[in-house]
């Protein structure tokens, strides 16, 4: 599966982003689906992720501002993410993963900016 992010960018602080993570193949038989970011210095966290029955988890610092969402019909998952704030600057990479055997694709990752 190849994954492609697109939706990055600059945005003052308050504003909104949406990212798009396009799989280059039905996700159907994809158990999760997410995202990470990595901010310069720090280690890569996760963000939000979403099963394959659609339940989904965020981490507490994006809880209530950012959604993430899955289109299982255009092979793509979405994170919107609203309000957001400089230390949500960094590098955002999608993956997908298998359960079993266990396997996980990453994407190419895409840049987010946010200014004050």
């Known amino acids: 599966v190849q994954l492609v992010e697109s939706g990055g960018g600059l945005v003052q602080e308050g504003g909104s982003l949406r990212l798009s993570c396009a799989a280059s193949?039905?996700?159907?038989?994809?158990?999760?689906m997410g995202w990470y970011r990595q901010a310069p210095g720090k280690q890569r966290e996760l963000v939000a992720a979403?099963?394959?029955?659609?339940?989904?988890n965020s981490a507490d610092s994006v809880k209530g501002r950012f959604t993430i969402s899955r289109d299982n019909a255009n092979y793509t998952v979405y994170l919107q993410m609203n309000s957001l704030k400089p230390e949500d600057t960094g590098v955002y990479y999608c993956?997908?993963?298998?359960?079993?055997?266990?396997?996980?694709?990453w994407g190419q990752g895409t840049q987010v900016t946010v200014s004050s």
């Open positions: 979403i099963t394959s029955g659609g339940s989904a």
């Open positions: 993956y997908a993963e298998v359960v079993d055997p266990f396997y996980r694709y």
């Open positions: 193949r039905s996700i159907l038989a994809i158990d999760a």
